[in-house]
T-cell receptor
Framework: DAKTTQPPSMDCAEGRAANLPCNHS???????VYWYRQIHSQGPQYIIH???NNETNEMASLIITEDRKSSTLILPHATLRDTAVYYC??????????????FGKGTKLSVKP | GAGVSQSPRYKVAKRGQDVALRCDPI?????LFWYQQALGQGPEFLTY????????KSGLPSDRFFAERPEGSVSTLKIQRTQQEDSAVYLC?????????????FGNGTRLTVT
């Protein structure tokens, strides 16, 4: 079972920041927090991941709380092309198939003009 | 560089036919995963390869499903005697190493429809 809780849907105005929350209160040890998104008819797209520290790349920022029980994905200037289902995934710290991604239902983000 | 490539993009099969779905991972990627995604659901794990070795096939739903990666690069997922419940999107993902710190990169999938 997925170990994360996300709101089923969110709206965001174009040009504004989109802040997508994720609860992972049972995260343990050195489990990673990964974010993917899936645009209709495409495969999941990797966005960002982190362990303890906040992370930023060209797509987004990931803010992880100090107790690591929740995180927020931030898209700084949302565009219509960011409309997608966003998945927050806790990945166990083991290699191989034990580290396979377990997808939940995600958050459907709708960016509106 | 090129991403993960899957073919065909769409496949329609009559019930009982065999199908073969191809995955070209990113060059040099050691790990390869196959996932199945039903309509409206998140992807679910099918099987895992490290180079040419299939190390985990626990997610394959029946013995009609078979996967191979003979030279440690291209992989093929084969479904024998397809059934209607096999209709889904089949996704392939690869990662540079088998470390949990190494992101999976997905292809756009093959949408299989069994009629």
């Amino acid at each position: 079972d997925a170990k994360t809780t996300q709101p089923p849907s969110m709206d965001c105005a174009e040009g504004r920041a989109a802040n997508l929350p994720c609860n992972h209160s049972t995260i343990s040890g050195n489990e990673y927090v990964y974010w993917y998104r899936q645009i209709h008819s495409q495969g999941p797209q990797y966005i960002i991941h982190g362990l303890k520290n906040n992370e930023t790349n060209e797509m987004a920022s990931l803010i992880i709380t100090e107790d690591r029980k929740s995180s927020t994905l931030i898209l700084p200037h949302a565009t219509l092309r960011d409309t997608a289902v966003y998945y927050c995934i806790v990945r166990v710290p083991y290699g191989g198939s034990q580290g396979n991604l377990i997808f939940g239902k995600g958050t459907k983000l709708s960016v509106k003009p | 560089g090129a991403g993960v490539s899957q073919s065909p993009r769409y496949k329609v099969a009559k019930r009982g036919q065999d199908v073969a779905l191809r995955c070209d991972p990113i060059s040099g990627h050691v790990s390869l995963f196959w996932y199945q995604q039903a309509l409206g659901q998140g992807p679910e794990f099918l099987t895992y390869f490290q180079n040419e070795a299939q190390l985990d096939k626990s997610g394959l739903p029946s013995d009609r499903f078979f996967a191979e990666r003979p030279e440690g690069s291209v992989s093929t997922l084969k479904i024998q005697r397809t059934q209607q419940e096999d209709s889904a999107v089949y996704l392939c993902a690869s990662s540079l190493t088998d470390s949990p710190n190494s992101p999976l990169h997905f292809g756009n999938g093959t949408r299989l429809t069994v009629t």
